[in-house]
């Protein structure tokens, strides 16, 4: 289940009834290269984790080591 969290980076939320449950899709969330991290915590009776995406621009900016902008060629009508 793919999501955009409200600052506008990617994420999913998984939920299962126990710990031992979540535990799968935890590594499998924590295998995926532009996984910065996963949250965990209780909701309820159930347990989520919530994972933070890189952006392509955050991953770029990553690579080359400075922030990344949009540049226009001058004179552009």
Same mark, same amino acid.
């Given at each position: 289940?793919? @999501?955009?969290? $409200? *600052?506008? !980076? #990617?994420? $999913?939320?998984?939920?299962?009834d126990t710990l031992e449950d979540l535990l799968p899709m935890i590594e499998e969330s924590l295998a995926h290269p532009r996984?910065?991290?996963v949250k965990v915590f209780r909701n309820g009776e159930k347990?989520? !984790?919530e994972e933070k995406r890189t952006? *392509? $621009? @955050? =991953? #770029? =900016?990553?690579i080359i080591g400075k922030k990344v902008t949009r540049t226009f060629p !001058?004179?552009? $009508?």
């Open positions: 289940m793919q @999501e955009v969290m $409200k *600052d506008g !980076s #990617l994420g $999913k939320i998984k939920t299962a996984v910065k991290y347990v989520q !984790s952006t *392509d $621009k @955050e =991953e #770029l =900016e990553g !001058s004179g552009r $009508k």
